[in-house]
């Protein structure tokens, strides 16, 4: 296969005039084509490598041979859909049971993370016969009409006026790491809130929630929250849905589930799974209890998910797993992320910009700060570290409601070595005097304001970019 | 690849544990194990073969080994998401926009036909700012809470309180073939709820429509019927949105989208299109016009799908085209089509119970008649004659609201040869004594009555069956 069919400016020419431009590009005003990938290296049309730190979709690695292996061979003999009987279905099922804790053992796969969580939605009305969602403040479950409205993410940008409970963020949030009990503090602020949809004659179905927000800033939960909500949800006749989606798969490293970081004890009613799991292929999952399922079986209408869990799906989804075991993606996870946070903590003592350094695994978030006591985003500064790093042939993104921080989900086999080299690139650009001049003197272009409500709209990173480029050359 | 893992009852155990049984199988009092597939043929555990002729999803032939090697090289080489810069989503889009009309050019690739059918919807409803939608009776547009919303034929199971347009069948519809112009008595009706809507002061945004109803009984629309519905819909201020999710990629030989079954002029405003698309990949698509994107993209909002586009499948769709032309499988479509037509309406000469051959391409139905006077519905004996054909080894389906059409959407590569066998066996089922006996004397079971609105609840066909088959046997 030819790696290259048109030139990139044809490519880019071509993509404006047929792709929807809601479909945004990565680096808009400089876009990277790329035509090959293995490990965590992609690259470019003309053969330069990029170290990868942002795709949590290629898990075990971008183009793993196994995986390949298992999807072809899987292509080639059957690829009927799911109302036939087939091996690959139960056994992908009861190898992701047992990854679960036992009240979690009903699966029905679908083909993406939004599927799952429309799908989680539908069972949580169904099994409880509530409406109302909670969900946290800059929460993103998905692009489908349904996620949308439970996203304030994406639904304040259109319309700003619905309700969600504090992002449990102790970094700058309500309730920070010098308070006693964070977790406790937080979960009564979701408890408040059901107390107020329940005077207002509202019930509650569900409680939706990533285990470790993503598009929140790459959050890490305080202990002893999810126990806490869960008990104040369940008492309102509601469930807790923990969204995997970002997270799952050994991600976090010593366990390979997120929501088991807040504690063994500790079991969603629902939990949703998705990007990963087919290490780029369209699989994702929904995994539920008896009680929950037997409820939706109960309304006598079929759920046919056309796609959803062919054999396909299942087989690349069980060559996945054996990946991750194989090669002990977990234990590369916490080795990998933990002597990257060290070394991203040695940063932070020594640039102020370095607000906060934190993650658990190979799921770690660098936020950037104009000032260590105000604590406002280095929103620009973000993108300008950013812009420099992929210059240097590093790919990485920003993340949070400020895009000020640098978020870190590079795929499982990401190495030591490659840990060093973002590092040292950080600390390059950190200590560069041009880029200091930039960081903390030069850089005097507050954000404008949104004509609605006032809040501060930050440039988009790319056009900033490309003006502080501008300046500097 | 070992082509079965578990004994067939341990995998049927399995499922019963694991799945959510809202996942139903084909025959689930006797399902079949399918562990090989190849053109329209499929094969159980112990080798037997099986003509498929309901697996429209795998649409130029099971495991086509050029899309097999189309989708191993491309996953050998990359997989990444199309935030990067790719050659094939463009040159995927550009050769589908070479299919369509010249108004419908801009492209965004999703995973299902649902997932389509929700961002039409969202499309919609940004572009009109309206809410509304307006669907055909017994219609399904998908899986997801916003489509559940949209589809008669799953939302009556759930409340049965929702309004949409009588459904356009002239053979046992409103207006019949008898009718001077169907289509815009049918279309009238659609003004008429339109008119309704206004009087009580909501406002369109769209009507939703399958090219040709599929669950809705293989419907074949009469002519003019969507250039007058456009019409009255665009003078509301809605759009038009065709769901060629099952109908489209030349399935009816004449042409390569159903909707051009209703004249060269007629171009709806969003087409959405999936199942045949990636053979089994899961690989879907929404088009329109550049002001209803230029809307979508207004509102400033990214719209991001994880896998949507991916150059996987992307490579996948390019190879399903390829086969299509190279093995001339519209002119397939129409040979094979017309000669299963004929050789059913001999048979409709020949057996009162069969009330109606319809059909265009490889988009045939056979409705079942206790009496071709009162039509009423064949509902036993359509499941009987499914499961007498299911014994001689052949895949049919029954569709329609009273699940008395039988319906063929085999891949396109079905030959004359198959046509040839499946009307032969329905033949002998027909004719065999105690068959005659069965459809037209003894059975006199009539239907429950569902409680809440007294409409007929018919019995699963595969519980007939076997009550059936114990009878004679």
């Not at 923990?242 to 004890?265: I, K, N, P, Y």
Request: some cysteine; proline content about 5%.
């Amino acid at each position: 296969m030819s790696q290259e069919m048109f030139q990139k400016e044809r490519t880019l020419k071509m993509r404006e005039r047929l792709i929807g431009q809601s479909c945004r590009l990565f680096f808009p005003q400089d876009p990277v084509k790329i035509v090959r990938a293995r490990g965590q290296y992609l690259y470019d049309e003309n053969g330069t490598q990029y170290l990868d730190c942002i795709s949590n979709v290629h898990h075990v690695g971008h183009c793993h041979p196994l995986v390949t292996q298992a999807a072809s061979a899987q292509m080639e003999l059957l690829n009927a859909n799911a109302r036939f009987l087939h091996d690959n279905i139960v056994h992908y099922a009861e190898r992701l049971a047992a990854t679960l804790p036992k009240k979690l053992c009903i699966f029905y796969f679908v083909n993406s993370g939004s599927e799952a969580n429309d799908l989680a939605l539908r069972l949580a009305r169904q099994y409880t016969r509530n409406e109302d969602v909670i969900v946290l403040d800059h929460a993103y479950h998905g692009h489908l009409t349904s996620l949308i409205d439970i996203s304030p993410y994406k639904f304040r940008k259109l319309e700003g006026q619905k309700e969600w409970a504090p992002l449990p963020d102790t970094y700058r949030g309500l309730y920070r790491r010098d308070h006693p009990n964070p977790g406790q503090a937080y979960a009564d602020t979701v408890k408040d809130l059901i107390d107020e949809a329940q005077r207002k004659g509202r019930k509650i179905s569900s409680f939706f929630v990533e285990s470790l927000p993503s598009v929140g800033g790459q959050v890490i939960l305080p202990s002893g929250y999810f126990p806490k909500v869960a008990e104040y949800v369940r008492a309102a006749g509601g469930v807790f849905v923990a969204d995997e989606v970002q997270t799952g798969f050994g991600r976090v490293g010593s366990h390979f589930w997120a929501f088991q970081l807040q504690g063994e004890d500790f079991c969603p009613d629902i939990v949703t799974m998705g990007k990963p799991m087919g290490n780029g292929h369209p699989l994702s999952c929904v995994v539920t209890t008896e009680e929950i399922a037997g409820a939706f079986t109960a309304n006598g209408v079929e759920y046919f998910n056309t796609f959803g869990g062919n054999p396909v799906s299942c087989a690349i989804g069980l060559a996945v797993l054996d990946v991750m075991e194989k090669e002990d993606l977990r234990g590369n996870a916490v080795r990998v992320g933990n002597h990257l946070k060290e070394l991203l903590k040695q940063l932070q003592a020594k640039h102020p910009i370095i607000g906060d350094v934190r993650g658990v695994g190979l799921f770690v978030g660098l936020e950037l700060v104009k000032d260590r006591v105000t604590l406002t985003p280095a929103t620009e500064e973000a993108a300008l570290l950013v812009g420099r790093l992929k210059m240097k042939h590093i790919c990485l993104s920003t993340d949070g409601p400020w895009n000020s921080v640098i978020k870190f989900k590079p795929p499982m086999c990401f190495s030591l070595e490659d840990a060093e080299r973002v590092s040292a690139e950080i600390s390059h650009v950190c200590e560069s005097d041009y880029c200091t001049s930039v960081f903390l003197q030069n850089l005097k272009m507050p954000p404008t304001r949104n004509n609605r409500n006032n809040s501060p709209v930050y440039m988009q990173p790319a056009n900033l970019l490309m003006r502080l480029i501008a300046k500097l050359e």
